[in-house]
Structure formats: structure tokens, C-alpha cells
């Protein structure tokens, strides 16, 4: 008798520690979920500018700040459970209150949805043209001069006609950059 009170109590032990695990589970989920669910809406868009190189850390806790998301530990989870890790991108981002951790995504990783004028005054030179557009969250410095640097004229021969050979660099293409607002 003193052997099946023995089986029948470990049965009942592992049909309670089960039923815990189970309710454990079911808490962790809805705790989850409740995450993904987006704050209360505010009609009013918000600005939040993702500056180049900027981690998922840093962009989750710029959106908290904001109220855009509820917690940045769910957004960096969801960020690399959908496998968007570093393909978040940078600039100006207008983003409305209420939507989801999904659209947020969504969002950040096909690129800035706002528009932002660039004024290049007249007689700017490549390099402060680079540095007008880091300023403006759009890109690095570096990557504007190597861009312009790399420029084949490809679709405009007739550029290179009015390029000093002498010149390399992204100085060759010095005056080519109209002063306007684009």
C-alpha cells in the first residue's frame, strides 16, 4: 500500500507542477501580448528623428520616451524575433499614437515617411553640404562624400565635359550642387 501512495502522490505532484507550468505560460503570454498592443491612441503624430547607425536599443528607447510603444524590451525582442536587426532606417519618422509594434516596424525598416527641405546655400562646398545633411539625419558625412566621390556620370556624359580632369575626389563634381531648397 506504502508504494502506491508513493506512485499516486508523485502523480499528483507532477499533475500540479504541470498545471503551474501551464498557468506560468498563459500569464508570460498575456504579459506578452499586452506589450504588443499599442498605447492609447492620441491623434497627433509624433517626430522621432533615428540618427545613422543608431542601435535597436536606441530607437526603442527613443519610442518609449514618446509613448509610441509601451515597452522598448518588447520592441527590441520584436525587432529581432522578425529578424529586422539592423535594418531599421534613419531619419525623420512622423508616427501616429495606436499603431502597433508590427506597423512601427514596418514603418522604420522601409525608411523615413517625412519629408525634410534641405537649403544648400550658394557657395557651399561639398564637404558643408555633407555636413547640411548629417545635420538633418539623412546620412553620414562620409557616405555623401563617398557617394559623390564614386559619381560615373553614367546616364550624363555630358557632364564630364564641364569636369576639371585635374580634379579628383568628391571635389570634381565642386558646383554641381545648385544652391536651392530641395
Do not use: H
Not at 534613419?90 to 512601427?104: F, K, M, T
Amino acid at each position: 500500500m506504502a508504494g502506491n501512495a508513493g506512485k499516486r502522490f508523485i502523480r499528483e505532484m507532477r499533475a500540479v507542477a504541470l498545471i503551474l507550468a501551464a498557468l506560468v505560460a498563459a500569464m508570460t503570454s498575456v504579459a506578452f501580448f499586452e506589450l504588443l498592443i499599442p498605447p492609447p491612441a492620441d491623434s497627433t503624430p509624433k517626430v522621432v528623428n533615428i540618427s545613422p547607425g543608431a542601435s535597436t536599443a536606441a530607437i526603442a528607447s527613443e519610442l518609449k520616451r514618446q509613448g509610441l510603444v509601451k515597452s522598448a524590451s518588447a520592441f527590441k525582442l520584436y525587432v529581432r524575433f522578425r529578424g529586422k536587426e539592423g535594418q531599421l532606417g534613419a531619419g525623420p519618422y512622423s508616427i501616429c499614437p495606436g499603431l502597433s509594434l508590427g506597423e512601427i516596424v514596418g514603418l522604420l525598416s522601409r525608411g523615413s515617411n517625412r519629408a525634410v527641405d534641405i537649403t544648400i546655400p550658394e557657395g557651399s562646398t561639398v564637404r558643408q553640404v555633407a555636413a547640411l545633411l548629417e545635420k538633418k539625419g539623412l546620412l553620414r558625412q562620409e557616405e555623401f562624400i563617398e557617394a559623390v566621390s564614386r559619381f560615373d556620370f553614367g546616364g550624363f556624359p555630358q557632364i564630364r565635359d564641364f569636369i576639371d580632369e585635374g580634379v579628383s575626389g568628391p571635389e570634381r563634381l565642386q558646383g554641381f550642387l545648385f544652391p536651392d531648397t530641395y
